[in-house]
């Protein structure tokens, strides 16, 4: 197997507190992350060949990121310099990206400024055997978008297997597309699929069962991620997979994962905490736990509860990315928490 390669915007979290305090503080937490990055994160850290394919502008503080990247293993040659900017956005501290509070400082960064037909995916390509991106990316720009399907045309030329995050950025999309006008033409690509029954609707059109939804129980969440895989692998015959997260509550949290594949769907592991740390980058942990599991061929029930445990786990460290090992996650689905 080669290296898996995810491609996605840079971005820097800048935390300010809820009650103004930063000011008299005279002082920003902030974290290096970005949903793909954060995949490659943690499968450098489980010891997987990951590369990174992003692009940042030539100076002093891309170069201290690169050195940063390059001792968690990551391979950076793909990185594009141009441009002069780091996207950045701010979130107070335990927020989720979906929160209506979320800033994006994103607009004519090196990323969002990527142009077509510039980037040599036959090279960058070499030796890889798995491409990962996610929804953000098209959410960009037209021409971010473009660059998408640009990769995927190329990946899928040279049998590489392709999975897709489905995050949802409402904010992002405001470039005169909507989702479902962009997204079903590149999950057309891909083997892997995941996100939860909302986004799939918001973003490849499958229906949503209000009857099933106004329950609001387990058992019909389930059913729905069944009708719901079922419609995605009916429209995209290339796709293998298709998993969806189930996370609720905001101080606390209940926990669940599904992974629909061969006809059959799999359940996971139900998870539960009375409070959490951050929830920035948890279902990057959990995308990244898949890709782990089934990169290592291991029986898609328990890929499924790996990628659970992780996810449940990252909820509890103050980043962006996971710092859990392999170790500690197999001791988190050996405790059930």
């Not at 990121?65 to 990551?74: D, R, V």
């Not at 949802?168 to 006008?181: F, M, V």
């Not at 949503?208 to 009916?234: C, G, M, P």
Request: proline share 3%.
């Amino acid at each position: 197997m080669g290296k898996i390669l995810s491609f996605g915007e840079l971005l820097l979290r800048i935390c300010p507190d809820m009650e103004g305090n930063w000011l008299r503080q005279n002082s920003l937490p902030f974290y290096i992350g970005g949903a793909e990055l954060n995949v490659t994160t943690a499968l450098a850290l489980w010891g997987l060949p990951s590369a990174y394919l992003t692009a940042l502008p030539e100076n002093m503080l891309s170069e201290q990121i690169i050195q940063y990247l390059q001792e968690k293993k990551i391979d950076t040659s793909a990185v594009v310099f141009q441009g002069n900017r780091i996207g950045t956005y701010y979130l107070p501290k335990g927020k989720d990206l979906k929160n209506a509070g979320v800033i994006y400082d994103r607009n004519y960064s090196s990323f969002a400024e990527l142009q077509p037909k510039t980037i040599d995916w036959n090279a960058v390509f070499s030796g890889v055997s798995w491409f990962h991106f996610s929804a953000i990316c098209p959410a960009i720009n037209q021409t971010i978008a473009a660059i998408c399907e640009e990769a995927l045309k190329a990946a899928s030329e040279k049998n590489i297997f392709i999975s897709l995050d489905l995050n949802y950025r409402a904010k992002l999309w405001k470039y005169g597309k909507q989702p479902i006008e962009i997204m079903p033409k590149l999950a057309q690509y891909c083997d892997l699929v995941m996100g939860n029954i909302w986004a799939a609707n918001q973003m490849l059109g499958t229906e949503l069962d209000n009857h099933l939804l106004q329950t609001e129980t387990k058992e019909s969440y389930i059913i729905h991620a069944t009708k719901t895989s079922e419609a995605i692998i009916k429209a995209y015959p290339k796709c293998k997979y298709v998993a969806n997260t189930f996370r609720f509550g905001e101080i606390g949290i209940e926990y669940y994962t599904t992974v629909f594949t061969g006809g059959k769907l799999e359940v996971s592991e139900e998870y539960q905490a009375e409070k959490i740390v951050d929830k920035v980058g948890s279902g990057d942990c959990f995308m990244a736990g898949l890709i782990y599991g089934l990169y290592k061929k291991l029986p898609v029930k328990e890929a499924l509860e790996f990628a659970t445990a992780a996810a449940f786990g990252k909820l509890f460290i103050e980043s962006d990315a996971t710092n859990m090992t392999v170790e500690a996650i197999k001791r988190t689905i050996k405790n059930g928490q």
